[in-house]
């Protein structure tokens, strides 16, 4: 089905560790984002990309790098993980114009211990 | 500071009556706004969504009212269904980056 793949779906680091959540879609969407949902806090914007070989930051990018790789990938990185980005990340893509046509991956659920 | 707000965390209504799902917003440049549906373990999907010049949009079961002189939205669902059960985020876009800022959401239980 088309859509937004996030891998993984689970994972547990410890303080210290790096990863990298990947993100595919297949919709030819040209906008990407990379958003993290913690309880009472809704969804927060941690780095967008317009476009490929364009990357902006969001609201709490603190902690996060990421790369379009090409139009349809989108990573993000913790380079030293934190208990504080333990919480929920979705990956996110839409096409030109109004954001009605946000499409969102599943989720990755990140515990950092 | 927040500029999309939930301020309620829950709602329970019983199946077959009227849900409706409030939001206020701060930032007088938002110029379109959306309600996203969520269920456990998936990613939000969108449901409605209304532009800044209109006062209401409705789709099936779903109406969303603008009132952008006090700066608030609402989501009214009917008749609600148990598959209605969800968080509901509301969102909001400004700017040419049009990327979505969200509220908190509320948890909608509907009761059979």
């Known amino acids: 089905n088309a859509g937004v793949t996030q891998t993984p779906k689970f994972q547990v680091l410890k303080t210290g560790q790096s990863m990298t959540l990947q993100c595919a879609q297949d919709m030819n969407h040209n906008s990407m984002y990379w958003y993290r949902q913690d309880p009472g806090m809704g969804l927060r914007l941690i780095y967008y990309s317009a476009s490929e070989g364009t990357t902006d930051k969001g609201e709490v990018p603190n902690g996060y790098n990421v790369s379009r790789l090409n139009k349809r990938e989108f990573s993000l990185r913790l380079e030293s993980a934190a208990p504080s980005q333990t919480s929920v990340y979705f990956c996110a893509s839409s096409p030109p114009g109004q954001g009605g046509g946000y499409t969102f991956g599943s989720g990755t659920r990140l515990t950092v211990v | 500071d927040q500029q999309v707000k939930q301020n309620s965390p829950s709602l329970s209504v019983q199946e077959g009556r009227i849900s409706i799902l409030n939001c206020d917003y701060t930032?007088?440049?938002?110029?379109?706004f959306l309600w996203y549906k969520k269920y456990p373990a998936e990613g939000p999907t969108f449901l409605i969504s209304i532009s800044s010049i209109k006062d209401k949009n409705e789709d099936g079961r779903f109406t969303v009212f603008l009132n952008k002189s006090a700066k608030h939205l609402s989501l009214h669902i009917v008749p609600s269904q148990p598959g209605d059960s969800a968080v509901y985020f509301c969102?909001?876009?400004?700017?040419?980056?049009?990327?979505?800022?969200f509220g908190s959401g509320t948890q909608l239980t509907v009761l059979p």
């Open positions: 930032n007088s440049m938002f110029d379109y």
């Open positions: 969102a909001a876009i400004s700017g040419s980056a049009r990327q979505l800022t």
